[in-house]
């Protein structure tokens, strides 16, 4: 497909239980974005990728939060042990801006995966 | 304080009024951008904005730098147009978005 694509649509898991959240950029696409968006609010910034390095995990709120993007295209988020507070949507994004490029560009968003800890 | 604020929160508005949606941000920005989110659906990009104004079928969005505003109109609303809006601001100092609380947008036929 041409968008930026995410797996599982939905998740539902214990408290506890260990979960992994996949992103598909578009391709070529050199940027990609994890946010969480809880019920009722606004997106906050998770952590940012250029191509394979790990440049700003700074929103990634606690060491259970993980990700990463080994090849430089798909990436995957990791929660551990994870816990209710956890509930929210988690949505992907990518851009074309490299480094070399300050202006913004715009982002596109895959659908998110809602994610419901019991 | 909130570095992006949206204005208002929730808008009720009957089909074929011209809706206005208000953004105000406090950082330096190399871009704005306005989204659109569907209940239960993505976030898709409507403009993205670094000065003056774009148009888009019936979505009009301006900004002005000087002032740190921006607005998001629709002209002859739809019912269709019903969804949460979304001003975020991309920082001049690093590639982080910053995002409003968005405006619950509801038009009733």
């Known amino acids: ?118 | 304080k909130n570095e992006v604020e949206q204005s208002p929160q929730n808008l009720t508005a009957q089909e074929g009024e011209f809706i206005t949606i208000n953004c105000s941000y406090s950082v330096g920005i190399s871009a704005l951008h306005w989204l659109q989110q569907h209940p239960g659906g993505g976030i898709v990009s409507l403009f993205m904005l670094s000065s003056g104004k774009k148009k888009h079928g019936r979505l009009i969005a301006t900004i002005n730098i000087q002032e740190k505003h921006s607005s998001l109109h629709i002209t002859a609303s739809h019912p269709r147009d019903s969804a949460v809006y979304i001003c975020a601001v991309l920082m001049d100092s690093n590639y982080q978005l910053i995002w409003g609380a968005g405006t619950k947008l509801i038009i009733k036929p």
């Open chain 1, 1 to 118: 497909g041409a968008g930026v694509s995410q797996s599982p649509r939905y998740k539902v898991a214990k408290r506890g239980q260990d979960v992994a959240l996949r992103c598909d950029p578009i391709s070529g696409h050199v940027s990609l974005f994890w946010y969480q968006q809880a019920l009722g609010q606004g997106p906050e910034f998770l952590t940012y990728f250029q191509n394979e390095a790990q440049l700003d995990k700074s929103g990634l709120p606690s060491d259970r939060f993980f990700a990463e993007r080994p090849e430089g295209s798909v990436s995957t988020l990791k929660i551990q042990r994870t816990q209710q507070e956890d509930s929210a949507v988690y949505l992907c994004a990518s851009s074309t801006t490299d480094r070399g490029r300050r202006r913004g560009d715009t982002q596109y968003f895959g659908p998110g995966t809602r994610l419901t800890v019991l």
